[in-house]
């Protein structure tokens, strides 16, 4: 099994690992706190927390299977080789279960709290119902070969697909507005920072073991990361460059907007 070859590199490695796992893990309280000091959830976009969740049971699942299966890590050797160490270190799966735990929460605030006319639209919920369905299948596929490496993959191609549509619709509702007024841009500023030092801990990796297979070998959270940044990097424009707070002419409509939900349909549900 594949083993550090430097001390340095390693300690440098975890430290840019925790420092990913505490700016991604404080980037939910924001939230969670406002929900409570105003016993309110009304212009919280209920499809964005059920996409979210998703996402990140998604990438639990796969983040728990690769470092804890032993199965799991025998196909990985199998196919990578066995001088290569895994993808998936304990910060990512101390970040999933955080990320879990949180958005579950959130979601049961949006249960007891004041909700308004706010629902979870139907197209959403048909979101959600194809991609668990997509799992459900894989799951009967994978069974009878013992596919388990290529079965946790799929989970991980789930979270990087609901990553990108949970970041569209706030882009998209930017640009209509032609205004961020409302919306949070210390989540985003962390949610960077969170991104580069994911990408410094593989790269450190990949630098002591020679090799780049840590960067296609856990292509889900290589793609969450450059997702992440990517529209991390709109939004930051987009809040300071294209739409900064004093060139909007129309803030008593953002309470408006913002109830609108973040994935539309022609009715919700």
């Given amino acids: 099994m594949g083993s550090w070859n430097s001390t340095e590199m390693e300690v440098l490695s975890s430290v840019f690992g925790w420092i990913a796992f505490c700016a991604w893990s404080i980037s939910f309280y924001p939230q969670v706190i406002l929900n409570f000091k105003r016993k309110s959830v009304i212009g919280l976009n209920f499809d964005f927390v059920v996409l979210n969740l998703t996402k990140h049971s998604s990438y639990l699942i796969y983040n728990a299977s690769v470092f804890f299966s032993s199965a799991v890590q025998r196909q990985y050797h199998q196919k990578y080789g066995f001088n290569e160490m ?10 999933s279960i955080h990320a879990v735990v949180l958005t579950a929460f959130t979601l049961f605030q949006i249960a007891i709290y004041d909700r308004g006319g706010q629902k979870v639209s139907k197209t959403s919920i048909s979101i959600l119902s194809v991609a668990w369905l997509t799992v459900i299948i894989c799951v009967f596929i994978a069974i009878p070969n013992h596919s388990w490496l290529w079965l946790v993959s ?45 990408y410094g801990q593989m790269a450190v990796q990949s630098i002591d073991q020679h090799s780049w297979v840590n960067f296609y070998g856990n292509i889900g959270k290589t793609l969450l990361s450059l997702v992440s940044i990517f529209f991390d990097i709109l939004f930051i424009l987009q809040h300071y460059v ?12 953002s309470d408006l907007v913002s109830q609108e939900p973040l994935v539309t349909s022609s009715e919700d549900a």
Avoid: E, W
């Fill in 86 to 95: 895994i993808p998936v270190a304990a910060n990512d799966v101390a970040f």
């Fill in 154 to 198: 799929c989970f991980s191609t789930l979270q990087v697909v609901m990553t990108v549509i949970k970041y569209i619709p706030q882009a998209v509702m930017n640009f209509k507005r032609k205004s961020t007024v409302g919306f949070s841009i210390g989540n985003i500023l962390l949610d960077l920072l969170g991104g580069l030092a994911n």
């Fill in 242 to 253: 294209v739409y900064p707070a004093h060139k909007s002419v129309k803030p008593q409509s």
